[in-house]
């Protein structure tokens, strides 16, 4: 299904407005190029617009994605769209790619557990995802910080889930 590009304006615009969404890499350009790769979900409402999204984003590393920019127009939450938007998403994983998620996010954490993603425990992160792939992008702590962050694996604040394709 072709979006009109007025949609993916308002799209960019809506998620760059949302503060745990890392802003910086969602233009309408980037949204939109993702989708046409087959490498987000967005569903369409002819009031609305576009109404759900999600994607998998390219990593400095080729053999890793991240999942993100998931978003929910506040009309149409709490109808399972996220839960029905995330299965469709990893099901998009390419063979041999292994998609990576860092959340804090309660409602986050169980659709990774609803769709058998595994949590990585803190002191694993690196044996399984390169750090500049993992905490490199992070726009939390500062750059001296990263390698000692203290929320790495935290509950609270970082968790991070792998699925493979």
């Not at 002819?46 to 994607?55: C, L, P, S, T």
């Not at 299965?87 to 860092?102: D, G, V």
Request: hydrophobic share 40%.
């Amino acid at each position: 299904m072709s979006i009109d590009k007025k949609h993916w304006l308002k799209l960019a615009k809506a998620i760059q407005g949302e503060k745990a969404i890392m802003g910086y890499r969602n233009t309408a350009e980037n949204l939109e190029k993702l989708y046409r790769e087959k490498l987000a979900v967005a569903f369409f409402d002819e009031d609305d617009g576009i109404v759900v999204f999600g994607g998998l984003w390219n990593t400095i590393d080729d053999g890793f994605l991240e999942a993100g920019s998931f978003w929910v127009h506040s009309k149409h939450r709490n109808k399972k769209y996220s839960s029905e938007m995330f299965q469709t998403l990893t099901s998009l994983i390419p063979e041999k790619k292994t998609a990576i998620l860092i959340t804090h996010v309660d409602k986050v954490v169980h659709l990774m557990e609803k769709n058998q993603w595994t949590e990585v425990m803190a002191g694993g992160w690196e044996e399984k995802v390169p750090f500049r792939v993992s905490c490199g992008p992070c726009d939390v702590v500062s750059e001296e910080e990263k390698k000692t962050c203290i929320y790495r694996g935290d509950k609270k604040h970082c968790r991070m889930f792998l699925k493979v394709g």
